[in-house]
Structure formats: structure tokens, C-alpha cells
């Protein structure tokens, strides 16, 4: 807890700020603290209405000073690095004094409002409505039978009470029930309290008609919520597939949970709770403070291929748990929500998360190793095709995220890479080149547990440098060279020596010819739509467009889905009239036919592995070297 002093500078900032300016924010904590004063920020929630999909809030501010308040509702929400410019279904904005007089409030920016304080207010209240038909992008939906609030979406803050701890009480319709990372806000079971507003925001509510599995790991609570997409009140379970087992699913979850604690060496938590909606459709996630929320199609609980890629899901928003919840990149640290948070880290932060959903779910035994290396050579063969992996740079794709990543053009797979696959890959290398160094007694682990250690929630954000150190000291020896090489630089990176250090090798499944022009293409208005188009390709060469429908091959009719095997059927070196609309206006090109090498990268054992490379092999994988 702050000291007194420390406190009251702290809050002095805090006045300070604006919606525009970075805010300094004191450290997260989701457990309340003892002799806690009067609270002087309140959310009241109207969901009685959200058959119609609208909620309503009141924001209740107390004991602010006369003038001008200032009130925001962030641009982004934490774990999507994009403007969401989630403001723009916000409507009937008023305020109010406590007595129920209007006061004046009129909007400044497209997400901060001003209202004018009067001498004598012992309350201002704002009222709103929020329009709540965001399902996918996990920041708020409501209808008959539940109303799920991020936030960041729905909760206007006041900048100059950020620090101050709050309440949000909902008023629901009946037999609804609450789950969120949030506790209880004592005497009232409707009422959730937070310390501040950066906990609220790292806590979705998930209110309305859900199953819940309870479930102990290690004498720490942990909770699933599932809502059942679609599926009306009171109506029989029908998307409960075969594979909805509690008992099943609690216990993958916990070899999950296990694995993962494993690492890093103890919970940051005194609870978690991980909210699943299951809808058609559904997939993707979001990490919290103690909390997740996922999507997944009623799929993932009827075949054994969709629930082991939603345990793969669940995987990597619970390593967020540690690495970004807690360990946080500088950049994003404190949060400021009215602009983009820049950071070169995501490649960590995202990245290193991908490639540790697999490696907890082979040690976990939730996934086979053959299964494992099948990914690992997915991942190695994505990175070696991409031809914008030798343009951009992790650090620039996390540093771009903004305007790149989740934004991406089409020209994109020429000129970037994800963070997400780019830092997975990259984690993959440096933890081979950490055991191998370090014989097999040191490890990526090692340097994930020691960011956790030395950058806790309450310290500061962790830099570029400070993961290098770590690493190096991890190897035993010096990495630059990787750094410089392949996270500040796009150069190639040597998987094929990387992998030696646990007998595994590459090689190539198929080396057949294909023929191609160079382009990807969809079904679009009858014919072949380009999509994406190679670099120096025959397609470039020819002045072909993204855009550009192609509607017949050589005289007869082709559809998106029918190019690459009619191009096939072709000999080498062939020439291909195509015809085409571009604008509505018919055209018609003459290609000749490009070469490029089938089949796919794939990872296997070597023969004859050393003791050493049996034992590192081992100790990565959790498993048994099996020949």
C-alpha cells in the first residue's frame, strides 16, 4: 500500500490529468484493502432492457470540486492494440446534480465529455445509453439472456478520480447471475467493487443465464462461466456437445493451470475465473487481471479436434496471466486509454504467449508430441514463405500494431509480419539456443520466471534490455548477435541449428512444381477476385491488381477456389490468357506461368540422437524421446 505522502502526490497528478494526457496509475490489486474510505465513484447498470441489446449507466461522482469535470470512455480496450472508437454507440448523455438538478455536459473530443460543476453539488451524476451489439471483439453484448461488459466499453471514467475506488451495481432482470474477476461488494450480492478504475477495466462482467464449473487447483478458486449463444431461457441444453463433460474439462483446465504455475512459481491471483461464450461462430480472446473471456463455436464440445484447439485458446490467455497482467512491456505501462500505448514488445507480450500455448498443453500431456512438432514445423514453414519476413521486423511489427497488424492492407504479406507468429518463432529459437548453451539446465522458462520476479505489477515495466539481459544471463553466454540479427533486423533465422540441440531436424515433405502467378484470390461476383498479390511475382510483372476479378482462364470460366488447380494442369512455363474485370470494364492479359517448389517444412527426429539431445529434448517437451 502507498505511504500517505506517496499517496497524496500520486492523487495530485491524478487531478492533473486529462482524458488526452498519460495518467499515472497506481498498481492493480484485486482484493480489497482494510479500512477502505468512502467510495466516490459509483456505476449503476440498467440490463433490464437488454433483450433490446441497450444498457443503461449511470455514473455517480462524489464530492468533486466546482468547474469543469472532466469525463472519457477509453478508444481502446487492453489486449487488442486497435482504436475500437468504442464511444460511437453512446447516446443520451445528461448529467445531473444529486438533488436532481440538470447541470450542462457537452462532448470536447469524440470521447471526453465536460460537465459543469456547480458550488453546492454534492453529487454529479451522468446518465447514458450504450448500445451493446459487439459480441466478436469481446466489448459488449446484451440480449435475453445475458449482458457481457468489458469495461473499458461501457464505463466513462473521470481522470482526476481514476485512482479512487469504486462500485458497479446492476440492476438485472430476475435469475440472472453475476461472474466476473471482480468480489462481491459487501451487503449487496449485485454489487461489484474494484479499487480502481484500471482493475475494473481489466474485469469483464458477465451477467445472465450461464453454467458454472467450480474447481480447486492447489487450494486456489477457479471458475468457468459458459453462455450458450442463442439459446433462449429456459430452453434444454442442446449445444452441450458430448465433449461438455465438467469434470473432463475441469481437469484439463487445471493440467493447463498447473503447467503454466509451473514456470513462473506461484499464482499472482487469489481466484480466476474464466468466461466462455459459446455461440456459432464463436473464437478468440482476451486476457484480464484474474479473468479471461474466449470465444469457441458449440463445436469445441463435440469434436476432439475443435476442444483441443479451444484448450489450445485457453492456453494462451492464461500465460497472460503472468506475461502482460503482470510483467508488463514498456509502453503500455500505465495505460493511457485515449490514445495508442506504443511498445516494440508485443513480440514478447504476444508472441511468446503463442509459442508457450503449445509447449504447456505437450508437458500438460494434453496434446501429443508428434502433435507438437507438427506445430513447430507449422510454425517454421509460415515464417519461411512469408515474403514480409524479410521486410519487417519484430520490433517494428509490435511498434506498428496499430497501424499495421490490425490494419492490414493487402499488399501486407509482402511487407509485415505478425507479432504473434514472428515473437512464437523467435521464443522457439532463443529457448533452443538457451538450452543448448546452458547444456540443458537453463531455459526460456528460466527467463520468463526472472522477468515475473524482478518487474512485478507494483514495480516498473520491463524494456528491450532487460529481456536481452535476462536471456543472456539465462544462456550463460553472449546473445546479442540474436537480438541485433533477428528482433531488431529481419534476417533469416537458423532453425535448422537451433532444433539439433534436441535431435530434431527439417526437412521437406513434397518437392513437386506447381504453377502459380503469384496471387491469392477469392469467389467474388461469379469469377476469381485477387486478394493479395507476391511481390516481383508473375502477377505484379503482368499490372494484374488486388481487386481485379478474373472470370475466365484460357478461354473457360474460373472461380476462386478453382485457380490453383487449373494452373496446375498446365505445363511448365505456360502461357495463360486471362480475362478479367477491373472497374466493370472487361480486360484481357497474357501470363506466362511461374514455378515455385509444393510441399511444406516439416520436423522429425534425427537417427542415432546423442544422451544430451535425448535429455534437453526431455526436459523441453515434459515427454518421454520416443524413436
Not at 469483464?204 to 443465464?209: K, L, T, V
Not at 487447483?217 to 465433449?243: E, M, Y
Not at 476442444?307 to 500505465?334: C, D, M
Not at 514472428?422 to 543448448?436: F, H
Request: aromatic letters at 10%; glycine letters at 8%.
Amino acid at each position: 500500500m502507498l505511504g500517505t505522502s506517496v499517496l497524496a502526490v500520486v492523487l495530485a497528478l491524478a487531478m492533473l490529468a486529462s482524458c488526452s494526457s498519460h495518467v499515472i496509475s497506481a498498481a492493480p490489486s484485486v482484493a480489497r484493502a482494510q479500512n477502505e474510505p468512502q467510495r466516490r465513484v459509483e456505476y449503476v447498470v440498467g440490463l433490464t432492457d437488454a433483450k433490446t441489446q441497450t444498457i443503461t449507466v449511470s455514473v455517480i461522482l462524489r464530492g468533486v470540486p466546482a468547474g469543469d469535470l472532466e469525463l472519457c470512455l477509453p478508444v481502446w480496450r487492453p489486449g487488442r492494440y486497435q482504436i475500437l472508437d468504442m464511444a460511437g454507440t453512446i447516446s443520451g448523455v445528461t448529467a445531473r446534480a444529486g438533488d436532481g438538478k440538470p447541470r450542462d455536459i457537452h462532448k470536447v473530443e469524440k470521447a471526453t465529455w465536460k460537465v459543469g460543476v456547480e458550488s453546492g453539488d454534492d453529487e454529479i451524476i451522468v446518465d447514458y445509453r450504450v448500445y451493446a451489439n459487439s459480441l466478436g471483439d469481446r466489448t459488449r453484448h446484451a440480449d435475453e439472456t445475458h449482458a457481457f461488459l468489458s469495461p473499458a466499453a461501457v464505463f466513462m471514467y473521470a481522470p482526476a478520480l481514476r485512482l479512487e475506488p469504486l462500485v458497479v451495481r446492476l440492476n438485472m432482470p430476475e435469475g440472472w447471475k453475476i461472474a466476473s474477476g471482480l468480489e462481491p461488494d459487501p451487503g449487496d450480492p449485485f454489487a461489484l467493487f474494484a479499487p480502481d478504475y484500471d482493475v475494473l477495466v481489466d474485469s469483464p462482467i458477465e451477467a445472465g443465464f450461464h453454467d458454472v464449473l467450480e474447481f480447486d487447483v492447489d487450494g486456489t478458486p477457479h471458475q468457468i462461466a459458459v453462455w450458450w449463444g442463442g439459446v433462449a431461457p429456459g430452453a434444454a441444453p442442446s449445444r452441450r456437445g458430448k465433449l461438455f463433460d465438467q469434470a473432463k474439462i475441469a481437469g484439463d483446465f487445471s493440467k493447463i493451470i498447473r503447467s503454466q504455475r509451473d514456470i513462473f512459481g506461484s499464482f499472482p491471483y487469489p481466484r480466476y475465473v474464466f468466461l466462455v461464450h459459446c455461440y456459432q461462430g464463436g473464437g478468440g480472446g482476451t486476457e484480464h487481471v484474474n479473468s479471461t473471456i474466449v470465444g469457441c463455436s458449440p463445436a469445441a464440445f463435440e469434436e476432439e479436434a475443435r476442444y483441443r484447439s479451444f484448450l489450445t485458446l485457453i492456453s494462451h490467455e492464461f500465460f497472460h496471466t503472468w506475461n502482460v497482467k503482470q510483467l508488463r512491456p514498456a509502453g503500455i505501462k500505465p495505460y493511457d486509454y485515449q490514445r495508442e500505448n506504443y511498445t516494440e514488445l508485443l513480440w514478447v507480450a504476444e508472441g511468446a504467449t503463442t509459442y508457450y500455448e503449445n509447449v504447456a498443453l505437450v508437458r500438460a500431456g494434453l496434446i501429443t508430441v508428434d502433435h507438437f512438432l507438427g506445430d513447430i514445423a507449422g510454425m517454421i514453414d509460415a515464417d519461411r514463405r512469408r515474403i514480409g519476413a524479410a521486410v519487417q521486423s519484430a520490433e517494428e511489427s509490435s511498434f506498428d500494431a496499430w497501424i499495421k497488424f490490425n490494419k492490414p492492407s493487402a499488399d501486407a504479406a509482402n511487407t509485415t509480419v505478425s507479432f504473434y507468429d514472428k515473437g512464437a518463432q523467435l521464443s522457439l529459437v532463443l529457448d533452443l539456443l538457451i538450452r543448448n548453451a546452458s547444456s540443458g539446465s537453463r531455459s526460456l522458462d528460466h527467463v520468463m520466471r526472472g522477468l515475473y520476479e524482478k518487474f512485478p505489477l507494483s514495480g516498473p515495466a520491463y524494456t528491450s534490455r532487460d529481456f536481452r539481459d535476462l536471456a543472456i544471463r539465462a544462456a550463460g553466454t553472449d546473445l546479442s548477435w540474436f537480438f541485433d540479427r533477428h528482433v531488431a533486423r529481419p534476417e533469416p533465422v537458423d532453425y535448422e541449428a537451433a532444433l539439433r540441440a534436441v535431435g530434431l531436424e527439417l526437412h521437406v515433405s513434397d518437392t513437386s512444381l506447381r504453377r502459380t502467378i503469384g496471387a491469392a484470390f477469392d469467389d467474388a461476383d461469379g469469377g476469381a477476385r485477387i486478394s493479395s498479390i507476391e511481390t516481383a511475382s508473375a502477377a505484379a510483372q503482368s499490372g494484374l491488381l488486388v481487386g481485379d476479378i478474373i472470370v475466365a482462364l484460357n478461354d473457360r470460366r474460373v472461380r476462386g477456389g478453382e485457380m490453383a488447380s487449373r494452373m496446375n494442369e498446365l505445363a511448365a512455363g505456360a502461357v495463360v490468357e486471362l480475362t478479367f474485370f477491373r472497374m466493370n470494364v472487361l480486360r484481357r492479359v497474357s501470363i506466362t506461368l511461374d514455378e515455385v517448389k509444393g510441399g511444406s517444412w516439416r520436423v522429425r527426429r534425427v537417427e542415432n540422437p546423442s544422451p544430451e539431445q535425448k535429455r534437453i529434448f526431455e526436459s523441453w517437451t515434459g515427454q518421454e524421446w520416443k524413436d
